[in-house]
């Protein structure tokens, strides 16, 4: 079973901060990573996703990375702002077509 | 956005009873997946699909069962619903491009099922 790990679980910043989000996979034969982005009640919405072939992936403010060979990912979040503020999640997607989710980072930007 | 809905959003039952739950898509994606998400567990695999008729289980497949008669229909039945299976489920939906390398997955909106 492929683990998915995120840290820190929870992260409050002032508004106007950059940040990093953190996303740790055991699996090393990784098809691809996606970042998604909960609110409350909600369903997941897709940010971006880093195909193994790839290093790294924008949108915007956001700035993902792949390090296949450490098996980390990192969500950048430049210039923050209230809106943010949501639950980020990782996933990655191994064999058998299925994905493996992180429990996710609980984002909190103060005004 | 996806053209992915469930329904129903909310439903409340009682233990012992059958479930179902209905994703439908617009995308004519092959994959369609199952998942429940739960307060420290996060999203957790329930079945998926791979196309009419296929599915295969997942991570908590014990108690649920899967149909899919249609390219755009993907329903999970509790066969007999019980607490533990209190959750919000979630459909997704992942298309099989370029060999299957590029498998980006959106998500429906949800149903909140409690049992009583």
């Known amino acids: 079973k492929q683990e998915v790990t995120q840290i820190p679980a929870a992260l409050s910043v002032p508004e106007g901060e950059n940040l990093v989000l953190n996303c740790s996979f055991t699996?090393?034969?990784?098809?691809?990573l996606q970042w998604f982005r909960q609110d409350p009640g909600k369903g997941l919405t897709s940010l971006l996703l880093?195909?193994?072939?790839?290093r790294e992936q924008t949108s915007g403010r956001l700035n993902a990375s792949l390090d296949k060979s450490s098996g980390r990912s990192t969500l950048y979040i430049a210039a923050s702002q209230p809106g943010d503020s949501a639950t980020y999640l990782c996933?990655?997607?191994?064999?058998?077509?299925?994905?493996?989710f992180g429990t996710g980072t609980s984002l909190t930007v103060i005004p | 956005d996806a053209g992915i809905t469930q329904s129903p959003r909310h439903k409340v039952t009682e233990t012992g009873t059958p479930v179902t739950l209905r994703c439908h898509q617009t995308e004519n994606h092959r994959y369609m997946y199952w998942y429940r998400q739960d307060p420290g567990h996060g999203l957790r695999l329930i079945h998926y699909?791979?196309?009419?008729?296929?599915?295969d289980k997942g991570e908590v497949s014990d108690g649920y069962s899967v149909s899919r008669s249609k390219t755009e229909d993907f329903l999970l039945t509790l066969e007999s619903a019980t607490s533990s299976q209190t959750s919000v489920y979630f459909c997704?939906?992942?298309?099989?491009?370029?060999?299957?390398?590029?498998?980006?997955?959106?998500f429906g909106p949800g149903t909140r099922l409690t049992v009583l």
């Open positions: 699996d090393s034969a990784i098809y691809n």
């Open positions: 997704a939906i992942s298309a099989d491009l370029a060999g299957g390398i590029y498998n980006e997955q959106f």
């Open positions: 699909s791979y196309g009419v008729k296929d599915t």
């Open positions: 996933a990655e997607l191994g064999e058998g077509n299925q994905f493996y």
């Open positions: 880093i195909q193994s072939s790839q």
